[in-house]
């Protein structure tokens, strides 16, 4: 389809372990975001790309979460040494415009629900 | 820091029935604001918007008007259906960004 799409849908992981969770944009669409949503609360802003320049990482929680976007398009969000805090559902979000010319429609992707056991 | 707050669900309502979900906002300058909604199995998707002070965001029935003087943005229906059944987001982004700050989400069921 035309939409960003994301997967896997649902991971479960032994807390300890990496995950990577992956992000299709719609093409052409040059801003990217990643959201983590917690169970029964608003999606909070973890990291935006423009291109493949991560210009603002600063809601990662911690340096266990690195994202990359090498070629513009598709990103990985990896979790290292994951822990039962970070599950969550994680929302990639894609925009045509960059910072500073959108009114903020974003479209989203259904998301990806880790359960860290 | 820019904060949302909606009110809490679940609102749950009979079909035909009249919605309001309250909306609040702390932000400095002139925030946009939003209304998301998330049907059951589906991904965000935007359902309305306003940019500046007065201005009436409206689709599918939704309406909400952007409020300076009380900081609120407040969605209403005035027939809801079973299809409305969803989660609502609300959200701002300051003008010079398409970073989205959101509530945390009201959860509506509208029963036959």
């Known amino acids: 389809g035309a939409g960003v799409s994301q997967s896997p849908r649902y991971k479960v992981a032994k807390r300890g372990q990496d995950v990577a969770l992956r992000c299709d944009p719609i093409s052409g669409h040059v801003s990217l975001f990643w959201y983590q949503q917690a169970l029964g609360q608003g999606p909070e802003f973890l990291t935006y790309?423009?291109?493949?320049?991560?210009?603002?990482k600063s809601g990662l929680p911690s340096d266990r979460f690195f994202a990359e976007r090498p070629e513009g398009s598709v990103s990985t969000l990896k979790i290292q040494r994951t822990q039962q805090e970070d599950s969550a559902v994680y929302l990639c979000a894609s925009s045509p415009r960059v910072i500073g010319q959108g009114t903020g429609e974003l479209f989203f992707g259904e998301g990806s629900r880790l359960t860290v056991l | 820091g820019d904060s949302v707050t909606q009110m809490e669900g679940p609102v749950t309502l009979s079909e035909e029935a009249f919605l309001t979900i309250n909306c609040t906002y702390t932000a400095t300058g002139y925030p946009s604001l939003f209304w998301y909604v998330q049907y059951p199995g589906e991904g965000l998707q935007l359902l309305l918007k306003a940019t500046k002070a007065d201005d009436k965001g409206s689709n599918k029935g939704f309406e909400a008007t952007y409020r300076k003087e009380t900081t609120s943005f407040h969605l209403e229906k005035g027939s809801v259906q079973v299809s409305d059944s969803a989660v609502y987001f609300c959200?701002?982004?300051?003008?010079?960004?398409?970073?989205?700050?959101f509530g945390g989400g009201t959860r509506v069921l509208v029963k036959p």
């Open positions: 790309f423009q291109n493949e320049a991560q210009l603002d």
């Open positions: 959200a701002l982004n300051k003008a010079a960004g398409n970073k989205l700050t």
